[in-house]
Nanobody, 123 residues
Framework: QVQVVESGGGLVQAGGSLRLSCTASGLTFDDYSMGWFRQSTGKEREGVSCISRTGVGSYYTEPVRGRFTISRDNAKNTLYLQMNSLKPEDTAMYYC????????????????WGPGTQVTVSS
């Protein structure tokens, strides 16, 4: 049984930092590209960042480029998202997913999703 679980969300002031983690089990982690998505109230789910199977390729949506860093540790079956210089508009539920590949910042062919972790940035 595949499980994907995010952690690390919370409440932070604007300008602060958070590090999200996503641990996957029940799958061969390095067979999958991994991605972070976010969804805020009333908006569609957005692909925030995507990373290739080996971690060599990483991609970001424009609003987060230069502030967020995606990484993965295949030995630990864990994906990370380091978020710096957070802004109120980054407030959203953040989801991790395992999938087939990256199309820019968006993971494609997402097969497994976590339940999400809430990030709230106060002004």
């Amino acid at each position: 049984q595949v499980q994907v679980v995010e952690s690390g969300g919370g409440l932070v002031q604007a300008g602060g930092s958070l590090r999200l983690s996503c641990t996957a089990s029940g799958l061969t982690f390095d067979d999958y590209s991994m991605g972070w998505f976010r969804q805020s109230t009333g908006k569609e789910r957005e692909g925030v960042s995507c990373i290739s199977r080996t971690g060599v390729g990483s991609y970001y949506t424009e609003p987060v480029r230069g502030r967020f860093t995606i990484s993965r540790d295949n030995a630990k079956n864990t994906l990370y998202l380091q978020m710096n210089s957070l802004k109120p508009e980054d407030t959203a539920m953040y989801y991790c997913a395992a999938g087939r590949g990256c199309s820019g910042s968006r993971l494609i062919g997402a097969a497994y999703w976590g339940p999400g972790t809430q990030v709230t940035v106060s002004s």
